[in-house]
């Protein structure tokens, strides 16, 4: 079976397994895991941030990372469309305290202009002042678009002149990184914060980390705490954190090229399916609202086609290439797409 529901199927490598049987470990909760800080060293290198702090998911890095920030209350910047307003806005609303306000957006590149309006730096009788503005790439709704850095280095000079973070969802960071042909610290100078997981593409089986200043880590480790992301003898996970690093990040590459295949390949099937020239790394989002089947309805015909795919919308699927998609696989996905396409007609 072909499982192109997402990249957070993949597994861990016989390497990591390996790494994490020998991990030298200790509490991080107390003082400290050996493991992880070389994981977290490693991160903030990477990412051209002074610290990093580990954490079990990217969607606690985001909400540790927002309540680092947004102490002291305020408005939060951010695109419509983005994987925290769509699919973390209860941490916002429930345990953050910020007011979520949106900016316009084209597959998560920012409205310069209209963001620039919406920045308040100071409280007013009318408004609370903007605590954070937040970026995302790749950009998950946007069938993993890549934001280009000259749009990350005007939305964090609009920040730095009124003095407002800006945090990058970085979930793909590095995804990122390889579609741009750049490191991932060209993208994390353009942040005050910014995080990225290691599972997904990267096949750890769990973690994300937080990068960003010693002060702003400091910070988050307390609020870290607070959420219970806290654990002990995390070595074990941190250890295929690090193999990720040294071995992982190169290969994302070879994900971009089969999910430009698969993309090309349905498009020679029905324009409509996909856009080939919308694909910026490993996400294909499949258009069949034309196509006279729903997508519970195409999810169930691939599955028989020995292909699993996600439904995203009411007129769309969502195939993400990983490291267990190899080329035969590719072919494979494209033979079910044509199969199911034929009994269409």
């Known amino acids: 079976m072909i499982d192109l529901r997402s990249d957070t199927v993949t597994l861990p490598t016989e390497e990591m397994r390996e790494a994490m049987r020998r991990a030298e470990l200790g509490d991080d909760g107390r003082d400290g895991d050996p493991t992880v800080r070389r994981l977290e060293e490693m991160a903030a290198e990477a990412t051209g941030q002074e610290a990093a702090v580990m954490v079990p998911s990217g969607t606690m890095s985001n909400l540790v990372a927002l309540l680092t920030h947004g102490a002291r209350g305020g408005d939060v910047l951010l695109d419509p469309e983005s994987h925290i307003m769509r699919s973390e806005l209860g941490g916002i609303a429930r345990l953050v305290g910020l007011f979520p306000r949106i900016y316009p957006a084209e597959r998560g590149t920012p409205d310069l202009d209209a963001l620039r309006e919406l920045i308040h730096p100071k409280m ?14 790749t950009h998950n709704d946007a069938g993993g678009a890549v934001v280009a850095l000259d749009r990350m280095a005007a939305v964090k000079k609009a ?11 970085g979930a793909r960071l590095f995804n990122a990184a390889v579609a741009l042909g750049v490191q991932a610290s060209d993208i994390g100078k ?62 994302l590459a070879e994900d971009h090229t089969r999910a430009r295949k698969i993309a090309d390949g349905l498009h020679a099937l029905d324009p409509a399916l996909v856009n080939p020239n919308k694909i910026d790394s490993n996400i294909i989002m499949v258009e069949i609202g034309k196509t006279g089947l729903d997508p519970s309805g195409w999810v169930g015909a691939l599955a028989k086609q020995n292909v699993k795919a996600a439904t995203w919308s009411a007129t769309s699927l969502r195939l993400v290439t990983h490291r267990h998609i190899d080329d035969a696989a590719v072919v494979q996905t494209i033979a079910a797409f044509r199969e199911v396409c034929a009994t269409r007609h």
């Open 124 to 137: 007013t009788r009318m408004q609370f002042p903007t605590a954070l503005i937040c970026l995302e790439t």
């Open 190 to 251: 353009h942040a005050d914060s910014i995080g990225f997981c290691v599972s997904k593409g990267l096949s750890a089986p769990v973690g994300s980390v937080l990068c960003g200043s010693a002060d702003f880590v400091a910070r988050a480790r307390v609020y870290r705490r607070m959420v219970g992301g806290t654990m002990r003898q995390a070595g074990v996970f941190a250890a295929a954190g690090i193999v990720s690093l040294e071995k992982m990040v190169d290969r």
């Open 159 to 169: 920040a730095n002149e009124h003095g407002i973070p800006v945090h990058i969802d």
